[in-house]
């Protein structure tokens, strides 16, 4: 099974509270001069046909990189999932790579491994790093939809618990530095020492 990656659309997480840095909107946080939306922006744009971005503040500032932003059916900060439910709504094609915008460092071949390891049988595809699954960098079937709506609809809050419902597959990734985040200030010096 070959994706093209005119099949594609990225999903940029960018509607969370970010409490850890106090509140700001962590997408304008800035690492190297550039904000993390920026960062993200740049390294996802060439691996897929499409782009949005998920936010629930700075809505204008962010509709000024051309790309279309979803808003959460939900006021307030209701957490990835609520935003990866907006994404899969929005999305005009068969498949969403979803991101946090808080991994500056994201892999460039992302979208093409995770989409190498996609078959008709599964539902999402999840980078794994350190041991360790990253969930939300992940490539899946927008028919997963009814699934995530129906875990929203039950309560349900953490993202693997809702991909536990799921066929999932994951791609080991050798270097676990590509998918450090940024949630707090101390996190950028731990980040700038990886490059």
């Avoid at 204008?60 to 006021?75: C, I, K, L, Q, S």
């Avoid at 078959?119 to 992940?138: E, F, K, N, S, Y």
Wanted: charged share 20%.
């Amino acid at each position: 099974m070959e994706i093209d990656s005119s099949q594609i659309t990225a999903g940029v997480l960018a509607g969370g509270a970010a409490r850890r840095l106090g509140g700001l909107d962590k997408g304008w946080y800035r690492v190297d001069g550039r904000a993390l939306i920026e960062h993200t922006l740049a390294r996802l744009q060439p691996q897929v046909g499409h782009l949005l971005i998920s936010a629930n503040r700075s809505l204008a500032r962010y509709r000024t990189f051309g790309h279309e932003v979803v808003v959460d059916r939900e006021p307030g900060y209701a957490g990835p999932l609520m935003g990866l439910a907006s994404l899969l709504r929005a999305a005009p094609t068969p498949y969403l790579l979803v991101v946090p915008v808080d991994t500056p460092a994201l892999p460039r071949d992302l979208g093409v491994r995770l989409a190498a390891a996609m078959t008709p049988d599964i539902d999402l595809v999840c980078a794994r790093a350190g041991q360790r699954r990253q969930p939300l960098h992940a490539l899946m079937h927008t028919r997963v939809l009814a699934s995530l709506e129906a875990a929203l609809a039950a309560g349900m809050a953490r993202v693997t618990d809702w991909q536990g419902g799921l066929t999932v597959r994951e791609v080991d990734w050798p270097e676990a530095s590509t998918f450090a985040n940024i949630n707090a200030p101390r996190d950028v010096q731990a980040w700038s020492s990886t490059r």
